[in-house]
C-alpha cells in the first residue's frame, strides 16, 4: 500500500496518496476543489461585464417584454435592473399600449409558451386592471382554466361554456370551479346557490361543497342565495419608508403598522405586536364605515404562524386575548425572545386597484389595507367564533418587506362581534 502524504496546504492536516498528489499538485482534493472554486470566482469578478438590456428602449411595451423574457444565467453578465418594476410600469400603460401586450400575449400562447403569455396576462388583469377579452379567449381556446383570476371579467359565453363543461371534464373541474368563481356574475351566484341546495352529481369528487371555491375568489353566498364580499374593494400599499427621506409620520397616518403592543402573548410569553393601527377618524379609510377612534389588530408573531388567532377589540384602541383560542397541536417553543427590528412602513394615499397584488406568483410587495387577499395557499378565512360569521378580510403584512423574511399576516374582522383574527400563510 503506498505510503500517504501530507497535504501541502499548511493550513490542512490531511494526507493523500501518491497519486492524488501528482493530479493536484501536492493538496487533497477538498483543497484541491477549494482552489478551482477561488480562481473560478476570481476569473468571474475580473471579467463580468455590465449588461443593460434596456439602453436606448423608451417603449413601455418593448421594456414589458424585455422584464418578461427568459434569460439563461451567464455569470460573466451582470445585468442592471430598469429603474422600474414590472408593477410601475403596467400601472402607467395607456390603452393603446396595452392592448398590444395583449396582442404579444396571444402571439406567445400560439407559439405555445404559456408560462410567458400567462405572466403577462395576469399582470394586465391585477396591476392595470385591464379586461383581457382577446387573450382570455385565447387563454380558453387552448384549454387552460388555471389561474381563474384570469377569468374574472369574462363574458358570458365563455361562463355558459365553463357551466356546461363541469358536467363531463372531471379533470379540469376544480379549475372550471376556480373560474366560475372569479366570474362571480348573477348567473354564477344563481348556480351556485343551487348547487348548494341540491348538490350535483360529481360534488363527492371533490374535497368542498361546489359553493365553497367561491372564497379563492373572495366572497360567498349569504343566507339569501345572494353574493357577499369578503373583502373591501378599495385598497391602499404599504411602503417601506427609505432612509433619509421624509414621509408621513405614523402618528398622522391613516393607518399605521407593526407597533409594539403592551400586552403579552398567554402561549409563548413573548410581546405581542400591534400589527396595524386604524384611525377610524381619517378620511382616508371611512369605506370601512366604523364608528368610534381607533381600531387595534394584535397578533403573536410566534404563535400566529401555527394557527388562526383571535382578539377582543373595541373602536377606541383596545384589545384583549379571546377566550376562544385554542392551542394549536404543534406549537413550538419560541426561543428568539428578542424584539425584532421592523423596516419603517408607511401607508400609501394613492388608491389602488381592488386586484392589485392579489396573486402571489407575480412577486409584487403586498403588504396593505382592502383589496383581495394575496393567497399563499388556499383561500382560508375564519370564522367568527362568536356568531359563526364569515369574517371579512381587512389588511395584510408581507413579511419581505417588513424584515425581509417570508410569508404574509393577514388580518380579519367580525364587523358585529368586534372580533378581529389574524393568521398567516407562508411557501
Given at each position: 500500500m503506498s505510503e500517504r502524504?501530507?497535504?501541502?496546504?499548511?493550513?490542512?492536516?490531511?494526507?493523500?496518496?501518491?497519486a492524488t498528489a501528482l493530479k493536484t499538485g501536492g493538496i487533497c482534493m477538498p483543497c484541491h476543489q477549494r482552489k478551482i472554486a477561488l480562481e473560478k470566482q476570481a476569473f468571474i469578478e475580473q471579467n463580468r461585464k455590465d449588461v443593460d438590456l434596456y439602453a436606448?428602449?423608451?417603449?413601455?411595451?418593448?421594456?414589458?417584454?424585455?422584464?418578461?423574457?427568459?434569460?439563461?444565467?451567464?455569470?460573466?453578465?451582470?445585468?442592471?435592473?430598469?429603474?422600474?418594476?414590472?408593477?410601475?410600469?403596467?400601472?402607467?400603460?395607456?390603452?393603446?399600449?396595452?392592448?398590444?401586450?395583449?396582442?404579444?400575449?396571444?402571439?406567445?400562447?400560439?407559439?405555445?409558451?404559456?408560462?410567458?403569455a400567462e405572466t403577462i396576462l395576469l399582470s394586465l388583469a391585477c396591476f392595470s386592471s385591464a379586461r383581457i377579452e382577446r387573450g382570455l379567449e385565447s387563454f380558453f381556446r387552448k384549454g387552460k382554466y388555471y389561474p381563474g383570476i384570469l377569468y374574472k371579467d369574462a363574458d358570458q359565453d365563455i361562463r355558459d361554456k365553463l357551466i356546461h363543461q363541469l358536467e363531463f371534464d372531471s379533470e379540469n373541474r376544480n379549475h372550471l370551479l376556480l373560474a366560475l368563481a372569479w366570474i362571480g356574475d348573477e348567473e354564477v351566484v344563481r348556480q351556485f346557490e343551487t348547487w348548494r341546495q341540491h348538490p350535483p352529481r360529481w360534488a363527492p369528487e371533490l374535497n368542498i361543497s361546489p359553493e365553497t371555491y367561491a372564497h379563492e375568489a373572495g366572497w360567498e353566498l349569504d343566507?339569501?342565495?345572494?353574493?357577499?364580499?369578503?373583502?373591501?374593494?378599495?385598497?391602499?400599499?404599504?411602503?417601506v419608508r427609505v432612509a433619509g427621506r421624509g414621509g408621513m409620520d405614523q402618528a398622522s397616518s391613516a393607518v399605521a403598522a407593526l407597533r409594539a403592543g403592551e400586552h403579552s402573548c398567554p402561549w409563548c410569553g413573548s410581546k405581542l405586536t400591534v400589527l396595524f393601527d386604524y384611525n377610524l377618524q381619517n378620511p382616508l379609510i371611512q369605506f370601512m364605515k366604523l364608528p368610534g377612534q381607533r381600531l387595534r389588530i394584535a397578533a403573536c408573531m410566534h404563535c400566529n404562524c401555527y394557527g388562526t388567532v383571535f382578539m377582543n377589540a373595541d373602536l377606541d384602541g383596545r384589545y384583549s386575548w379571546s377566550d376562544y383560542n385554542v392551542v394549536p397541536d404543534f406549537l413550538p417553543e419560541n426561543e428568539d425572545m428578542e424584539q425584532i427590528s421592523w423596516h419603517?412602513?408607511?401607508?400609501?394615499?394613492?388608491?389602488?386597484?381592488?386586484?392589485?397584488?392579489?396573486?402571489w406568483m407575480l412577486e409584487a410587495p403586498a403588504s396593505k389595507i382592502g383589496?383581495?387577499?394575496?393567497?399563499?395557499?388556499?383561500?382560508?378565512?375564519?370564522?367568527?367564533?362568536?356568531?359563526?360569521?364569515?369574517?371579512?378580510?381587512?389588511?395584510?403584512?408581507?413579511?419581505?418587506?417588513?424584515?425581509?423574511s417570508e410569508g404574509i399576516y393577514y388580518a380579519f374582522l367580525c364587523e358585529a362581534c368586534l372580533k378581529v383574527a389574524v393568521n398567516y400563510q407562508q411557501t
Open positions: 502524504l501530507p497535504c501541502q496546504n499548511s493550513d490542512c492536516k490531511a494526507s493523500i496518496l501518491p436606448d428602449v423608451n417603449d413601455p411595451v418593448e421594456i414589458l417584454k424585455i422584464m418578461h423574457k427568459p434569460r439563461k444565467y451567464n455569470p460573466l453578465e451582470h445585468e442592471i435592473p430598469y429603474h422600474k418594476t414590472a408593477q410601475e410600469m403596467y400601472h402607467q400603460l395607456t390603452e393603446s399600449e396595452r392592448e398590444r401586450l395583449e396582442t404579444y400575449a396571444i402571439t406567445l400562447m400560439e407559439e405555445d409558451n404559456f408560462d410567458q343566507n339569501d342565495g345572494g353574493k357577499r364580499l369578503l373583502f373591501y374593494p378599495e385598497s391602499y400599499h404599504f411602503k419603517a412602513m408607511e401607508l400609501s394615499e394613492r388608491l389602488m386597484g381592488a386586484y392589485d397584488n392579489a396573486y383589496g383581495h387577499p394575496t393567497w399563499i395557499q388556499d383561500a382560508e378565512y375564519p370564522v367568527c367564533p362568536c356568531c359563526s360569521t364569515t369574517m371579512k378580510f381587512i389588511a395584510q403584512m408581507d413579511m419581505e418587506q417588513a424584515e425581509d
